[in-house]
């Protein structure tokens, strides 16, 4: 019988002793996933930040950092409350605030990031995809992270399977192995997007000068790595297959799909800006 490695990793990474007491803080991977991934993409929208065209500066880029925190955390809860489990949290409204059991969802961190650029970019008179387009280009560098924490915490696994690297997840309703689907989407939403991101805004194509093109490519690049993760990733119990064997992950990453590709298609058609 082949032996598959078993995914049993302590979700703490360390705990900190309180004061003048027996207890102790917990110190989460998934928690210190968003801690690193906020501190690592603000520093590299500041980079961004300081290249022409200076769109947004680097100063604007410092101060956004709270709004996209507040984004990205209250927007992921609210995702998966809305999304995933609308009837549990109906029932038991105070679940919602208990962060720390887990259950947070990238498209709801999305769009509460949305809503964070929005106003602030109409706060501070900035043009908004001339935000998106740094954001969305630091933004593999959380996913990454996340999704590397998620495989920590042997959560979000694969279906079974029988391939080499296939793993055994212990919280699975199973002992099958089964595809690493974590760390698949840490590769794809992660290391390919964010190089093919940084090839565009940091190479010759000089994204940034195409208000959109970033964005668009970010958008869109997403929607097929997760959309084809999601047939080797096991579909959420509460809710299985739908229509055609796709999953509810699949359909909500389609508007992303089609908004990301009309973005680049409309980059594509203006002249780049020169200031």
Sequence with gaps: MEAYMVVDFDPV?????????????????????????????????????AKPPNLVTPRQIDDFLLWATLGVIVGARLGIVLFYKPSFYLANPLEILKV???????????????????????????????????????????????????????????????????????????????????????????????????ILVLGPPKALRRPGLTTGVFLAGYALGRGFVETLREPDSHIGLLSFGTTWGQWLTLPMLLGGAYLVWRALRREPVTA
């Design 100 to 198: 720390w059991k887990g259950g947070m969802s990238f498209h709801g961190g999305l769009v509460g990031v949305v809503i964070a650029m929005l106003v602030f970019a109409r706060r501070h008179r900035i043009p908004f995809l001339g935000l998106t387009d740094i954001v969305c280009a630091a933004a593999p560098i959380g996913l990454f992270l996340g999704r590397v924490a998620n495989f920590i915490n042997g959560e979000l696994w694969g279906r079974p399977a029988t391939v080499p690297w296939a793993m055994i997840f212990p919280h699975a309703p199973d002992n099958l192995p089964r595809h690493p689907s974590q760390l698949y989407e840490a590769a794809l939403e992660g290391v390919v997007l964010f190089l093919v991101l940084a």
């Design 13 to 49: 990474m360390f705990n900190i002793p309180l004061p003048f007491t027996d207890l102790v803080l917990p110190i989460r991977w998934y928690a210190m996933s968003y801690i690193v991934g906020l501190l690592l993409a603000w520093q590299y929208c500041m980079r961004l930040a």
